[in-house]
């Protein structure tokens, strides 16, 4: 049972089943609730948890646990959002960390602050967003981002990182890379430009666009297309777990991609500014035969081979397995190594 300090929210021996939208077995030796900075700065001075490892996480719909993990693991639920100020082409939005992200998109919207939509219903939390830079329809984190406080676990102290220090990739960051692992994100400000203007050029939307015959959606229209199309594509977490996207789109040269598309000539790709070449990855994976298939009870869900699936009481190992027959076909026929983009435990 969690109990209560004076100090900290505390759980040993804490199932962390449905904190992960998998629903994979694991335990976490140490469970604390952080639900501010000061929580944060209790951890890295306590005797125990500010030496053991630690592990941050959200709403765990980014994650793929194959053990139980050891140490102290950091459940964020900062809590808190506000208009921080409005300037004369964007408003600045300041959101706790541990504010479910699709609520807050959903919220600005409702205030008259556009400019999220096309990332609504992505899971997870607000503090986990800059991590991957999570994106969606042609929008990135990065394109409605100001700045972040995050505090460091050695030091305790919070420091606050603008755009450029984040180092924004596609589904990358600075806390995917040198800074993995080594602090909590426990405010996010969000930059929302004005006047709005609709990002439209994917093909789901064009296609809303013309079944409704609407030429100028505006921002709410485009939420509602947008939620429609990804309930349609991607299984609800809450009915069969999943982490979304398993692999990331890989990048190759255009050398590669025009031999591909010699020996393949409907792969899915896109073309990008620097003359490389995005392709979507699950084609490559449909390609190989893997739509609908299983191992063990991890599975490739049946209407979008990028997404593996819980059949049902699956382990974490086993979507490990998987995912790695995936890879290793994927790389027999096309040479290319797919990246997972969950983060591994
Ligand atoms: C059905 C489905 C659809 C999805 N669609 C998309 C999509 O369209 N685009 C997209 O980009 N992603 C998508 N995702 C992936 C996922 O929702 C996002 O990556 C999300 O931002 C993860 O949030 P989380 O709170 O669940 O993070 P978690 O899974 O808890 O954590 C992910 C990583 O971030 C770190 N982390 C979490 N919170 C913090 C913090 N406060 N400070 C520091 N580090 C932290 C963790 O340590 C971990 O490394 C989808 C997932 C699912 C299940």
Aim: hydrophobic letters at 40%.
């Amino acid at each position: 049972m969690p109990h209560a300090t004076t100090t900290l929210h505390v759980q040993h021996r804490a199932s962390l089943r449905k904190h992960n939208t998998f629903g994979l077995p694991a335990v976490a030796a140490t469970l604390v609730r952080l639900t501010s900075d000061a929580d944060v700065r209790r951890v890295v001075d306590h005797p125990e948890y500010g030496v053991a490892p630690k592990f941050v996480l959200g709403g765990g719909s980014n994650v793929v646990l194959t053990r139980d993990v050891p140490g102290v693991v950091l459940k964020v639920e900062i809590c808190g959002r506000r208009l921080l100020r409005e300037e004369h082409d964007a408003w600045i939005v300041e959101v706790g960390a541990g504010e479910s992200w699709h609520e807050v998109v959903a919220w600005t919207l409702q205030q008259g602050w556009p400019g999220l939509e096309n990332l609504a219903l992505i899971p997870g939390l607000v503090g986990a967003a800059p991590v991957q830079n999570i994106g969606a329809y042609g929008v990135e984190l990065k394109d409605r981002f100001d700045s972040l406080d995050a505090v460091d676990l050695v030091t305790g102290r919070t420091v606050t990182l603008d755009g450029a220090a984040c180092h924004f990739g596609y589904r990358d960051s600075v806390f995917k890379q040198h800074l993995a692992g080594k602090s909590v994100i426990t405010r996010v400000r969000l930059r929302l430009p004005r006047p709005w203007r609709p990002v439209l050029g994917y093909l789901d939307l064009q296609r809303k666009m013309a079944d409704a015959g609407e030429r100028a959606p505006d921002a709410m229209t485009v939420f509602d297309w947008v939620c429609a199309i990804r309930r349609a594509k991607l299984p609800d977490p809450a009915v069969i777990g999943n982490a979304g996207s398993f692999f990331k789109n890989p990048v190759v040269s255009p050398e590669q991609c025009r031999d591909i598309i010699g020996r393949d000539p409907e792969v899915v790709h896109y073309a990008l500014p620097d003359g490389s070449c995005k392709l979507a990855a699950g084609w490559l994976i449909d390609a190989c035969g893997w739509k609908g298939k299983s191992v063990g009870r991890a599975g490739v869900y049946e209407r979008q081979a990028l997404v593996l699936v819980n059949r049902g009481g699956a382990s974490g190992a086993e979507v490990v397995t998987l995912a790695r027959a995936i890879q290793e076909s994927v790389y027999g026929r096309f040479g290319i190594r797919l990246e997972p983009e969950p983060v591994i435990i």
